[in-house]
């Protein structure tokens, strides 16, 4: 087969053809004096010519040395990918982690635009996974109601009453200021509660006063000491502040448990640095685990330390169920200290994050079903359930989420991403390179300018009050008075062509003290043999 020379071969041509014009260009230019005319084009041709030349002798991507020039073409639609794939090719069912289905139905309730569907549902309700609520023949009246629940057991002087629907952890850093502040105005204006996430109890955050829940992670950012560890001083004096109604010690996230992270040197501003308690231009490091307890017991100690120096406000625990013996290791410490949290809230592993490892965001965790299912089982065994109430997340969005994690035992819901869909995210899933498009996860100052506080705000407030509204329609719909009514037997699932199940049968309950009395349910009876209140690590098995 005949070979053309390299110049003339198809991966060269374009880069062949960009030096000839330069050449004729500048030859041009210099012997037929007709600058003016020929000096655009010859700048534009010479600029694509030296890339073109960079590509051909640089040695870190194979493809623009082999391409010189149309490579970029290829770079330019892999970053527009997402894009074009969402403009143009999902369906209202497709998109991911959200559909687009999903994503319209926030940013409709934000907007207050017409949130309704014509025509008939476009899910396939034969198709193995369908799920669905029932109603009743004798549906209650729709009340306007804020949907309240109390947190706060006997060891808390001040219980909340905090919404059912509530803004999940994300921390300034993570988020930009301007989010921060519509977030904080949002819930203020529609009072429910807003997480700071572990980056710190930021100003942003105390600016316009709406509730807060400080959540304290394994960095102790706003309460720690220069060596990292945990400050009881600087955590009382911020902690008793009127504005922090709630205090949630982060043992872990869904998206990536076990995985500690990194705010590199960079990113690290003056203000942030602040924020955090931390130098600035220094890489900003949470570690995987926390230095103030190593066992379930001192965890439990650590619990009631925060609980007190907060001045009685409820005090809990978020993490993303991973080792069953672990978590009744920390039931086992409860028993055996009276030391109860006020509050547990369960991540799922389906949940969002600002940046992590794939292997983490796809393969560690247990779903937040399962693990709900399993802390609302756990406290049932230990007969603690009507003294700790329980907070669920995982891809929360819409009042039927709220309504089936609260039939499997969750009080109440959080929502990291449905509030980002709030602020105007567009999930173009750029969070972790700080060019978010929109303005809500970036540090850059002149991309933070697209988010517009004011007009955000009332977003965040119109998305919770209308998703409220709409889990009203539900409640009454299914013959409740309240979404704390919800039960197992609500809900239905299709687990193949032909057969159906109740909830109430794919998430058995344990009985009241079944776990303090040997319980011999097959999830819980080896692990409760495993676990121990003096060590997260599992006894050995008995032979
Ligand atoms: C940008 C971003 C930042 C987050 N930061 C934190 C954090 O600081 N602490 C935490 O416990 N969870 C954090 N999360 C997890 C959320 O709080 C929530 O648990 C999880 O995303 C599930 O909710 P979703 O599916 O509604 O997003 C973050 C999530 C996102 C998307
Ligand atoms: S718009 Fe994109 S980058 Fe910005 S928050 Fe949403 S997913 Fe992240």
Same mark, same amino acid.
Not at 219 to 227: A, E, M, P, T
Not at 288 to 294: D, E, N, T
């Given at each position: 087969m005949r070979r053309w020379p390299l110049p003339l071969q198809p991966r060269f041509i374009v880069y062949t053809v960009v030096l000839v014009i330069t050449a004729i260009l500048l030859f041009e230019y210099i012997f037929e004096f007709t600058s003016f005319l020929v000096g655009i084009p010859l700048l534009v041709f010479g600029i694509l010519a030296i890339i073109g030349t960079i590509d051909l002798i640089q040695t870190r991507h194979a493809v623009l040395r082999n391409y010189p020039l149309t490579a970029h073409i290829r770079f330019i639609l892999e970053e527009i990918r997402p894009e074009i794939r969402q403009y143009f090719l999902e369906s209202e069912k497709d998109g991911t982690p959200f559909s687009r289905d999903k994503r319209a139905i926030v940013y409709q309730r934000a907007k207050q635009a017409l949130d309704k569907r014509p025509f008939g549902t476009q899910s396939d309700v034969y198709s193995t996974g369908f799920e669905w609520l029932h109603h009743s023949i004798a549906p209650k009246p729709v009340v306007r109601e804020p949907f309240r629940v109390v947190v706060g057991g006997p060891d808390c002087s001040k219980p909340y009453s905090a919404s059912v629907f509530n803004i999940s952890a994300m921390s300034f850093g993570a988020l930009s200021p301007n989010a921060i502040r519509a977030l904080n105005i949002g819930a203020k204006r529609g009072n429910f509660a807003h997480d700071t996430g572990e980056g710190g109890y930021s100003s942003y955050h105390r600016e316009n006063g709406g509730d807060i829940i400080w959540e304290i992670g394994s960095?102790?950012?706003?309460? /720690?000491?220069?060596?990292g560890t945990f400050c009881p001083g600087k955590f009382e004096e911020a902690a008793q502040c009127d504005q922090v109604k709630m205090v949630e010690l982060k043992l872990s996230q869904g998206a990536k448990p076990g995985h500690g992270g990194v705010l590199p040197a960079a990113k690290v501003s003056a203000e942030i640095a602040l924020a955090r308690g931390v130098l600035a231009g220094v890489d900003c490091v949470s570690p995987? /685990?926390?230095? #103030?307890?190593?066992t379930p017991l001192e965890m439990m100690e650590f619990i009631a330390t925060l609980r007190r120096l907060s001045g009685g406000k409820p005090t809990g625990f978020k993490l993303c169920v991973g080792h069953p013996w672990e978590f009744l290791a920390v039931c086992k410490a409860m028993v055996e200290t009276q030391i109860y949290p006020d509050f547990i809230v369960i991540d799922g592993k389906e949940g969002g994050t600002g940046a992590a490892p794939l292997e983490f965001t796809d393969h560690l965790g247990m779903p937040l079903r399962e693990g709900l299912n399993f802390v609302h089982n756990a406290l049932i065994g230990i007969n603690v359930r009507n003294r700790i109430k329980l907070g669920a997340s995982g891809k929360i969005v819409s009042a039927f989420d709220i309504a089936r994690v609260m039939a499997l035992g969750a009080d109440w819901c959080n929502s990291a991403r449905g509030f980002m869909f709030a602020l105007g995210c567009i999930q173009s899933q750029s969070c972790h390179t700080d060019r978010c498009p929109t303005g809500v996860t970036t540090q850059d100052r002149w991309r933070q300018r697209a988010l517009v506080v004011p007009d955000k705000a009332e977003r965040v407030f119109n998305f919770h009050r209308a998703t409220i509204e709409a889990l009203a329609e539900l409640v009454g719909a299914a013959g409740l008075d309240h979404p704390t009514e919800f039960a197992p037997e609500h809900f239905s699932r299709r687990?193949? #062509?032909h057969e159906v199940q109740s909830f109430a049968e794919l998430y058995p309950s344990l009985a009241p003290g079944e776990l303090l009395a040997g319980s011999g349910d097959k999830r819980f009876e080896i692990p409760w043999a495993m676990a121990s209140a003096k060590e997260f690590r599992a006894l050995p098995r008995a032979a």
């Open positions: 960095g102790y950012f706003s309460c /720690r000491n220069v060596d995987s /685990r926390h230095s #103030a307890f190593s687990i193949s #062509a």
